[in-house]
């Protein structure tokens, strides 16, 4: 089945610095991919579409500027966290379908980032 | 986005049906029903999902009401690994980039 792959699960940075996190599409094309963070015991929140071949929509009051996101080709969208702090520190997923839209969503295990 | 609702949590004994219960009644004919499950600290993962007539496949049912307002997720023998937060989404299908909205889910407890 349609496997979508996150990396890393898992990283600590420092305060101030940049962290990439990639979302993979293992098995199928995805000209949309969608990026989520969860804080402790709550839902997901919707962050941004990443489209291929241009600019992602972010959803409203995401900073763009902050989460950088890039959807180079059609198997692979990254989100940079800029000048990360700890408020920061969530678990990031991102997601993505292989057929049209009344298909499913296959989701990435997900990226713990811990800012120290 | 079409809101769903959902009970706050559940609790179910192992081997037995679970029905999970969803309210929309602001659906709209393009919506479709989607259910996600998520198991703590991975990514939610697709159960099933439906327009109007009801669905099964290997993981569960889907009970659809004929008004479409409600829905029901129907797991026929919980397992211990069944134990998740369970999300009831409305997907549009002619929504601009056919997002996945999240609302807060159902905890459902497996007592074994």
């Known amino acids: 089945g349609a496997v979508v792959s996150q990396h890393p699960s898992w990283v600590i940075c420092k305060s101030g610095t940049s962290v990439k996190i990639e979302c993979r599409s293992l098995?199928?094309?995805?000209?949309?991919m969608f990026w989520y963070r969860q804080f402790p015991k709550q839902s997901l929140m919707l962050m941004a579409t990443s489209n291929e071949g241009s600019k992602a929509t972010y959803e409203q009051g995401v900073e763009k500027d902050k989460f950088l996101i890039n959807h180079a080709s059609l198997t692979l969208s990254t989100l940079t966290v800029t000048s990360a702090h700890p408020e920061d520190s969530s678990f990031y997923i991102c997601?993505?379908?292989?057929?049209?839209?009344?298909?499913?969503?296959?989701f990435g295990n997900g990226t713990r980032l811990t800012v120290t | 986005d079409a809101k769903t609702t959902q009970p706050n949590s559940m609790e179910s004994n192992e081997e037995e049906p679970v029905h999970l219960p969803c309210n929309h009644s602001t659906i709209s004919g393009t919506d479709y029903i989607h259910w996600y499950r998520q198991l703590p600290s991975q990514g939610p993962e697709y159960v099933i999902h439906?327009?109007?007539s009801n669905v099964n496949n290997r993981m569960a049912s889907l009970a659809i009401a004929e008004d479409r307002k409600s829905s029901t997720l129907i797991l026929h023998r919980a397992t211990l690994r069944d134990a998740a937060v369970y999300y009831c989404i409305l997907r549009d299908l002619w929504e601009y980039g056919n997002k996945l909205v999240f609302g807060a889910g159902t905890i459902l407890r497996v007592k074994s």
């Open positions: 997601s993505a379908g292989d057929r049209g839209p009344d298909s499913p969503l296959h």
């Open positions: 439906g327009l109007t």
């Open positions: 098995d199928f094309q995805a000209t949309t």
